[in-house]
């Protein structure tokens, strides 16, 4: 039985995975390695990462402008065009769905966060509003209340000791 040291392997897997151009297969044969081993380090490989290793790291070199120019292209073809390009461009149809869902929820997302933003500053300009407010409101009413004591009292000032013009 041979043994293949874990750089061998992993470089291998990488290179399988990053360039779906061609088969497993094919890679297989080119270094001379049973089919059906590589297919198990590539298996092996997608259950101790996740299975879509290779188009996650696929994804990391797309940049938003060119997903989203990517799901313009696509948009208008046919199932059979979508594979066409997906296959020429290395990726799969699966994750141009998903980069049309990140985008679908992002153009809801941004300005709904702009909205709460605003709506919190708007509230919290009209809670400092009102809090000035009632503390004017305040000093009025206590202000017209002392001015009020102020009346009566010089009315009953005058009903004791009458009007000084009198005198």
């Given at each position: 039985m041979v043994s293949y040291?874990?750089?061998?392997k992993k470089s291998m897997i990488?290179?399988?995975?990053?360039?779906?151009?061609?088969?497993?297969v094919s890679y297989a044969r080119e270094a001379s390695i049973p089919d059906s081993t590589v297919a198990t380090w590539i298996r092996n490989h997608k259950k101790k990462n996740g299975?879509?290793?290779?188009?996650?790291?696929?994804?990391?070199?797309?940049?938003?402008?060119?997903?989203?120019e990517a799901l313009l292209h696509t948009a208008p073809l046919s199932e059979a065009e979508?594979?066409?390009y997906c296959r020429k461009n290395g990726i799969f149809p699966e994750q141009l769905e998903e980069w049309k869902k990140d985008c679908i929820s992002g153009c809801r997302k941004s300005p709904d966060r702009e909205h709460a933003k605003?709506?919190?500053e708007t509230e919290q300009e009209l809670k400092r509003k009102n809090k000035a407010l009632e503390k004017e409101l305040n000093r009025k009413e206590k202000a017209?209340?002392?001015?009020?004591?102020?009346?009566?009292?010089?009315?009953?000032?005058?009903?004791l000791w009458g009007d000084q013009e009198d005198e």
């Open positions: 040291t874990k750089e061998f990488e290179k399988i995975l990053l360039n779906s151009d061609r088969s497993v299975d879509a290793v290779g188009s996650k790291k696929q994804t990391r070199q797309w940049t938003a402008e060119q997903k989203f979508k594979s066409e605003k709506t919190r017209l209340a002392e001015t009020a004591a102020l009346l009566v009292l010089k009315k009953k000032a005058q009903e």
